[in-house]
């Protein structure tokens, strides 16, 4: 089973595209860097991993949202700040490549509500190393190798290589993740709404002395407790958990064969030839 993290993979693709290459946001080159990460990563895999489930963010606001407001503030501010990048524009391609994918594309495409990606990844690779199924990652995110097992690896497409690091979800939590906002656990929660504001350092003796929760000062534990809420992808709440096997399961008992018609329409309408020349890679 191939994981891919839809949204987060076509973004970095796009916008290395953009800033590196100089490429201008058009539909055809926003479309064709989103399906063209889709194939590339079904290619590349396929043959060892099997078929691909495309993981999404839901439309609407997430749980960690709903739970902690400033989850992700500092992404969604550099991305309202930055003027070489058109998100609305981007994130309508997604939408857009998203609803094809569901209805033409021989793919399982999972959206569950108030459910990020991360949370239908998470669960489908525990359901993976329970079930002993080979299965892959297809992500840059670091905080994914607390799902490695004998039977879960990741595939970071920015490196074109597999993510070969210790498992130590003890030191995610207490380092956070700034990229989501998620401050480490000496630092204050609202912290990155401070400009030019740092965090406090995490040394090596202390990571080496908080082994576990039980260890963490009396002090930082509502901190941590705070942070392994929202990293801790065991934490997902039960209902979306059962959600996303459950949808899964449906659309993986009832199969799905791609109506090559309807891609050669999606792809000559966008003018998407290479793609097209290439269909049989989806």
């Not at 503030?73 to 997604?94: A, G, H, Q």
């Not at 509500?113 to 359901?127: H, K, Q, S």
């Amino acid at each position: 089973m191939i994981l891919l993290d839809y949204s987060a993979v076509a973004i970095a693709n796009i916008a290395r595209a953009i800033k590196m290459d100089g490429e201008l946001l058009t539909n055809e080159f926003a479309l064709h860097m989103i399906m063209n990460s889709i194939r590339a990563s079904n290619v590349r895999l396929r043959r060892d991993y099997g078929e691909m489930v495309i993981c999404c963010d839901c439309n609407g606001v997430s749980w960690r949202r709903e739970e902690f407001e400033l989850y992700k503030f500092k992404r969604r501010k550099k991305r309202s700040d930055s003027s070489d990048i058109d998100w609305k524009f981007v994130y309508e391609k997604l939408e857009y490549v998203k609803n094809e994918l569901k209805n033409d594309f021989p793919y399982t495409v999972l959206q569950i509500d108030r459910a990020e990606a991360d949370d239908i990844i998470g669960t489908l690779a525990r359901y993976a190393t329970e079930n002993e199924l080979k299965t892959v990652i297809v992500s840059n995110d670091k905080d994914f190798v607390q799902l490695h097992s004998p039977f879960v690896e990741q595939y970071r497409p920015c490196a074109e290589g597999f993510y070969n690091i210790t498992n130590n979800l003890q030191e995610l939590i207490i380092r956070g993740d700034s990229d989501d906002g998620v401050p480490n656990i000496k630092s204050p929660i609202d912290i990155f709404t401070v400009p030019d504001k740092r965090q406090k350092p995490i040394y090596k003796k202390e990571l080496e002395a908080w082994k576990s929760e039980d260890d963490i000062p009396e002090e930082l534990r509502e901190r941590y407790i705070q942070n392994k809420r929202l990293i801790d992808l065991s934490e997902t709440p039960t209902s979306i958990q059962q959600s996303v096997i459950e949808e899964f399961k449906r659309q993986h008992t009832h199969g799905k064969r791609p109506n090559k018609a309807k891609m050669t329409k999606f792809f000559m309408k966008n003018r998407l030839r290479y793609l097209h020349e290439r269909m049989n890679e989806f």
